[in-house]
């Protein structure tokens, strides 16, 4: 039967790792969506570009780390060594908070560039304006310097 394996019971709770891995699977599902989406929205800006292909880089570090660990960790759980489940136990909290720094990291510099973006764009859109004045007021007639001084002696 199901649950008799000597290693792992897993009785009454297959219906439990069913909702889990469909949770999973959704998620993941959800999550290649949405940055097959940003990606295509990346290509349109350098900016976005630039900050996709780190992002893929980063990602691509930490899964090979994480991988490593898991090996690691793997490697070390055959030993009945109480400090050895200690390190495991670090390399697992380890891996946990290098993901969570990055998350806290890629949102920072994401957040950064769209207020940046968006700063450029202000000053564009200033710096049209201000040459829109600047055609409106060398196109009107000033008079010229005798004209001024003239009024000011009558």
């Not at 710096?127 to 829109?132: A, G, I, V, Y």
Request: hydrophobic content about 50%.
């Amino acid at each position: 039967p199901f649950g008799d394996s000597p290693c792992l019971n897993l009785a009454g709770l297959p219906l439990i790792l069913c909702s889990i891995l469909l949770g999973l699977i959704l998620f993941i599902q959800g999550l290649e969506w949405g940055l097959h989406t940003l990606k295509h929205r990346a290509k349109k800006s350098r900016f976005w570009r630039h900050f996709w292909e780190a992002l893929e880089s980063e990602l691509v570090s930490l899964g090979v780390l994480s991988f490593a660990l898991f090996v690691l960790a793997q490697g070390l759980t055959g030993a009945n060594d109480e400090s050895l489940e200690n390190f495991v136990t670090l390399i697992e909290f380890v891996h946990m908070v290098l993901f969570l720094m990055m998350v806290m990291y890629i949102t920072l510099i994401a957040l950064c560039g769209r207020s940046a973006m968006r700063f450029i764009e202000d000053m564009r859109a200033s710096q049209r304006q201000f040459t829109k004045l600047q055609k409106v007021i060398d196109s009107a007639e000033v008079p010229s310097q005798w004209e001024c001084c003239r009024c000011l002696v009558e």
